[in-house]
T-cell receptor
């Protein structure tokens, strides 16, 4: 039972390069999320997908795009990386029951943009 | 003003101490209150959640919510070096998909 799997674990990009961060969950959760975590800022929501086929912007969506490929997979794309996107990126999937939403996180992707 | 605020610490305590971690929030619509624990270079993991006001106990951990003052606490009894981590306070509305996280408090428990 892998839970939430993120790839790659580490990545270094040059300014202007593009890349896609992959996320897959095996818990049959409907909702999935992408966050970035910066020192002193906590977790900030980039995009989320409440269910397969839907995506919505979070707090900091500029410079990112997402694709909910199917129920299991939710990818995050940086079209033209900038140094301000240097961060740790976390994917999460959410279990919604009884009105609450509990999120389960992957191990993270550490991205440096030079 | 951030919706969820925590003292970043670090908080350093000796093994066996009682630890109190605190969090304040501003949105009265929050009904679910969660604590996540994040070890260094790992993803956050859910530690406890409570609904509305009151206390919830789970082993050495007790979560306390006071909605009248918008104040949330996590108490750790008999703290262990393995409790050394960053603790994130998180809040959500009933039926909502978004969770708002605090920036976290770093805790060090010294052996």
């Amino acid at each position: 039972n892998a839970g939430v799997t993120q790839t790659p674990k580490f990545q270094v990009l040059k300014t202007g390069q593009s890349m896609t961060l992959q996320c897959a969950q095996d818990m049959n959760h409907n909702s999935m999320y992408w966050y970035r975590q910066d020192p002193g800022m906590g977790l900030r929501l980039i995009y989320y997908s409440a269910s397969e086929g839907t995506t919505d912007k979070g707090e900091v969506p500029n410079g990112y795009n997402v694709s909910r490929l199917n129920k299991r997979e939710f990818s995050l794309r940086l079209e033209s990386a900038a140094p301000s996107q240097t961060s740790v990126y976390f994917c999460a999937s959410g279990l919604s029951e009884g009105g609450k939403n509990i999120q389960y996180f992957g191990a993270g992707t550490r991205l440096s943009v030079l | 003003q951030k919706e969820v605020e925590q003292d970043p610490g670090p908080l350093s305590v000796p093994e066996g101490a009682i630890v109190s971690l605190n969090c304040t929030y501003s949105n009265s619509a929050f009904q679910y209150f969660m604590w996540y624990r994040q070890y260094s270079r790992k993803g956050p993991e859910l530690l406890m959640y409570t609904y509305s006001s009151g206390n919830k106990e789970d082993g050495r951990f007790t979560a306390q919510v006071d909605k009248s003052s918008k104040y949330i606490s996590l108490f750790i009894r008999d703290s262990q070096p393995s409790d050394s981590a960053t603790y994130l306070c998180a809040n959500a509305r009933t039926g909502g998909f978004k969770t708002i996280f605090g920036a976290g408090t770093r805790l060090f428990v010294k052996a």
